[in-house]
T-cell receptor
Framework: EDQVTQSPEALRLQEGESSSLNCSYTVSGLRGLFWYRQDPGKGPEFLFT???AGEEKEKERLKATLTKKESFLHITAPKPEDSATYLCAVRNYRDDKIIFGKGTRLHILP | DAMVIQNPRYQVTQFGKPVTLSCSQT?????MYWYQQKSSQAPKLLFHYYDKDFNNEADTPDNFQSRRPNTSFCFLDIRSPGLGDAAMYLCATSRIGRLGGSWGETQYFGPGTRLLVL
């Protein structure tokens, strides 16, 4: 069964303290792995799509990487406005289904 | 400019009273999705459309139906809402194409409709 597990569930960092969020997945043929940011009471905001192991993408203080089993979202020198829930999702080739992880709640302290 | 618009943003209905949520997009994307998200949980896919081809998730209750009359609009009908259907309902669109020199997929979510069932 396809599965997405995100860790940690919650993370508190000081402003400027870099860290990484993990997304581990098992899927029957990865068609794409997606990262989103979600603020309370709002819809997810698309960040990145990754397709193959070794691929990396960057946007401002965020960098996403992908291996055959997991993806990392690296946050460099975060600011309080980076506080949000970060969601990971995968799409498989078998039935094109998108499966989300439960997310990591990130809180950056000023 | 809003690209995926959901109406209403908040909907209150009574137990068993049918309700319709709407989604429109200005992106001309051919794929549209409906998700249900309960508090502190991951979004759960209910349906998706590739153009007019409808794809129903196996575990989506029969109480939930969807319509897509054209590319821009998609509706979620809840025929007899129960207390357990109270949630945020998210609409999303997807485009697969060339992005910055390589093929990729970009997804856009609407702001969601929060449904309360009394």
């Amino acid at each position: 069964e396809d599965q997405v597990t995100q860790s940690p569930e919650a993370l508190r960092l000081q402003e400027g303290e870099s860290s990484s969020l993990n997304c581990s997945y098992t899927v029957s043929g990865l068609r794409g792995l997606f990262w989103y940011r979600q603020d309370p009471g709002k819809g997810p905001e698309f960040l990145f799509t990754l397709y193959s192991a070794g691929e990396e993408k960057e946007k401002e203080r965020l960098k996403a990487t992908l291996t055959k089993k997991e993806s990392f979202l690296h946050i460099t020198a975060p600011k309080p406005e980076d506080s949000a829930t970060y969601l990971c999702a995968v799409r498989n080739y078998r039935d094109d289904k998108i499966i989300f992880g439960k997310g990591t709640r990130l809180h950056i302290l000023p | 400019d809003a690209m995926v618009i959901q109406n209403p943003r908040y909907q209150v209905t009574q137990f068993g009273k049918p309700v319709t949520l709407s989604c429109s997009q200005t992106l001309n994307h051919n794929v549209m999705y409906w998700y249900q998200q309960k508090s502190s949980q991951a979004p759960k896919l209910l349906f998706h459309y590739y153009d007019k081809d409808f794809n129903n998730e196996a575990d989506t209750p029969d109480n939930f139906q969807s319509r897509r009359p054209n590319t821009s609009f998609c509706f979620l009908d809840i025929r007899s809402p129960g207390l357990g259907d109270a949630a945020m309902y998210l609409c999303a669109t997807s485009r697969i194409g060339r992005l910055g020199g390589s093929w990729g997929e970009t997804q856009y979510f609407g702001p969601g409709t929060r449904l309360l069932v009394l």
